[in-house]
């Protein structure tokens, strides 16, 4: 099984990309910054792991639109490794995550408070309705007439 499941902070945005062809693909790539649980020095320091995920289609889109550096995201997977010949001749081996799933790993404020941007369309949001004055402590009345009967079968 070759499944991954990241947490972390985009290093940067997305690079995006589109395929050739008839039916072009968008192709996105993003380096998450993942905290390692253990600290590696004595003096505490926290220690991260930069890892290259790749997005295709509509989660390409999706990155493309609302992904930006500092954004702390969810990414599950599967993990690819390739290699190919540089300029030079040389070998080059890579690994990345190929994502199947992604999402936001915390709220807009939370992202914001660290140093993230609001962008896309920004609509207010849903006030919530005020309790009702009749059900002063928060809970529905009970029509007269029902003692034993469930409301649903």
Same mark, same amino acid.
């Given at each position: 099984?070759?499944?991954?499941?990241?947490?972390? @902070? *985009?290093?940067?945005?997305?690079?995006?990309?589109?395929s050739s062809g008839?039916? /072009?693909?968008?192709?996105? @790539?993003?380096? *998450?910054?993942?905290?390692?649980?253990?600290? @590696?020095?004595?003096?505490?320091?926290?220690?991260?792991?930069?890892?290259?995920?790749?997005? +295709?289609? =509509? /989660?390409?889109?999706?990155?493309?639109?609302?992904?930006?550096?500092? *954004?702390?995201? *969810?990414?599950?997977? =599967?993990?690819?490794?390739? /290699?190919?010949?540089? =300029?030079?001749?040389?070998?080059?081996?890579?690994?990345?995550?190929?994502?199947?799933?992604?999402? +936001? %790993?915390? /709220?807009?404020?939370?992202?914001?408070?660290?140093?993230?941007?609001?962008?896309?369309?920004?609509?207010?949001?849903?006030? =919530?309705?005020?309790?009702? %004055?009749?059900?002063?402590?928060? +809970?529905?009345?009970?029509?007269?007439?029902i003692d034993e009967?469930?409301? +649903?079968?």
């Amino acid at each position: 099984m070759n499944k991954v499941i990241l947490m972390g @902070r *985009l290093t940067r945005d997305p690079e995006i990309r589109y395929s050739s062809g008839d039916n /072009s693909m968008a192709i996105a @790539r993003y380096t *998450l910054a993942v905290d390692r649980r253990f600290r @590696r020095n004595n003096d505490g320091e926290a220690t991260a792991d930069f890892i290259g995920c790749v997005a +295709f289609g =509509r /989660s390409a889109e999706f990155a493309e639109k609302y992904f930006r550096q500092g *954004l702390k995201v *969810l990414v599950t997977g =599967r993990i690819q490794t390739g /290699s190919y010949t540089n =300029r030079d001749g040389q070998k080059v081996y890579t690994t990345d995550v190929v994502v199947e799933d992604q999402e +936001f %790993a915390e /709220s807009k404020a939370a992202s914001m408070s660290h140093g993230g941007q609001d962008y896309g369309a920004s609509a207010p949001a849903p006030q =919530r309705p005020a309790p009702s %004055a009749a059900a002063g402590d928060g +809970f529905m009345n009970i029509p007269d007439g029902i003692d034993e009967e469930l409301p +649903f079968n």
